[in-house]
């Protein structure tokens, strides 16, 4: 199943409680269904210590390496986060996933201010880019080595279905799909080496992959980082 990383579920339930749109306890509730707690408190602790920081709403950071996407420093925030794959920035407040047993445990760090693409650039990238990986796919014959993401690309208008609090932007909810699902298609044709022959395939095979993994995930930042949302 397709599931949203522990950092966007986050970031969208912490905006929609830090902007009233939504009441603590079915905040809470959301936060439950993960078991995400700040690292040595409660999910409570959580949005008191976001609250605290004076900011008025969290975004999303999916970093790799080679792209930090969604981070701005210091080192120390940087660091954890690309270890973790995922963030949180709110304000001056970083937070960094730790999964401990069935919890999720969020570790605070200072934060600073950072670049994203807005959501119309990474809407259109996705687009595109989903478009030319499908050509390149079929040149490598993708559905004889990895029949399943040649069904995902033949059935790109069944979205996954992200629950989504109030006051979160339908077009981001769209593109928050969209790219999860343009993830999903990228981790399953790299999920072994299927059918190549060589090294030389498997190479080629990334090397056509990177864009449509790097555009899923600034589609799923961007719809995940109200900084970058549309006015309407």
Excluded: K
Aim: proline share 7%.
């Amino acid at each position: 199943m397709l599931a949203l990383p522990h950092s966007a579920v986050l970031a969208w339930w912490l905006t929609a409680w830090l902007r009233g749109h939504e009441q603590t306890d079915h905040v809470l509730d959301a936060l439950a269904a993960d078991t995400q707690l700040l690292a040595g408190g409660s999910a409570l602790d959580l949005l008191t210590i976001a609250r605290a920081s004076g900011a008025s709403y969290a975004g999303l950071a999916l970093p790799v390496d080679g792209d930090p996407l969604g981070l701005g420093g210091p080192r120390d925030f940087n660091t954890a986060a690309m270890d973790a794959g995922q963030a949180v920035v709110a304000g001056t407040l970083g937070l960094v996933p730790e999964e401990q047993g069935e919890t999720v445990q969020w570790r605070p760090h200072d934060a600073a201010p950072r670049q994203l693409p807005d959501v119309g650039e990474a809407d259109r990238t996705l687009r595109e880019t989903l478009l030319g990986a499908a050509g390149d796919l079929a040149d490598l014959e993708v559905a004889r080595w990895r029949p399943e993401a040649a069904d995902a690309l033949m059935n790109l208008h069944h979205r996954p279905q992200v629950e989504a609090p109030l006051g979160t932007p339908p077009r981001c909810v769209d593109l928050a799909a969209r790219g999860l699902q343009a993830w999903a298609i990228v981790d399953l044709a790299l999920a072994d080496d299927g059918g190549a022959l060589s090294s030389y395939e498997v190479e080629q095979r990334r090397g056509l992959l990177q864009p449509l993994g790097r555009a899923a995930r600034r589609a799923i930042v961007a719809a995940c980082s109200p900084e970058v949302w549309p006015d309407r």
